[in-house]
């Protein structure tokens, strides 16, 4: 088995999850940085057929200077637009590589499924062992 350096603090309260990843980076003094914000700058100016790739390049490319970490990720859920055709899981593992991150991952974990949003919401995903450390925050 693979050893990533990533967490992700999992929560279905969006709004915790952000203050709780806020605080954390404020007390660990760790940067603290919107990948959905990230991603919508470097897709932009691209056509939507090369979208997908050009997110893979942008988010590889973005956290190797935020390097070496921890890096504390918010803002997620571009990521998982269906369009952009991504495996938000596998592309934050292999950025770990790279950089430590901790993760605010907005959906749950159970067992050993990892979920992504709520079963009602469009985008929602499952991942079952994710390789990961997940920290399950309070509700």
Same mark, same amino acid.
């Given at each position: 088995?693979?050893?990533? #350096?990533? !967490?992700? *603090?999992?929560?279905?309260? !969006?709004? %915790?999850?952000?203050? #709780?990843?806020? /605080? ?12 959905? +914000? *990230?991603?919508? /700058?470097?897709?932009?100016? !691209? ?37 952009? %055709? ?7 593992? /292999?950025?770990? +590589?790279?950089?430590?991150?901790? =993760? ?8 050993? =499924? ?5 079963? /009602? #919401?469009? #985008? ?9 450390? =997940? ?5």
């Amino acid at each position: 088995a693979t050893f990533y #350096h990533c !967490v992700l *603090m999992v929560n279905s309260d !969006v709004c %915790r999850l952000q203050h #709780h990843a806020e /605080e954390l980076a404020s007390a660990k003094g760790w940067p603290i940085l919107s990948v959905g +914000r *990230m991603l919508a /700058e470097g897709i932009l100016s !691209v056509s939507p057929k090369q979208r997908s790739a050009e997110a893979q390049r942008v988010l590889r490319s973005h956290l190797s200077v935020a390097g070496p970490g921890p890096v504390v990720r918010v803002d997620i859920d571009l990521l998982f637009e269906p369009t952009l %055709r991504l495996d938000p899981l596998r592309l934050l593992r /292999e950025a770990s +590589r790279e950089t430590d991150l901790v =993760v605010a991952w907005p959906g749950s974990y159970s067992g050993s =499924v990892l979920a992504y949003a709520v079963p /009602e #919401h469009s #985008h929602y995903r499952t991942w079952r062992n994710p390789e990961v450390q =997940v920290c399950l925050l309070e509700s």
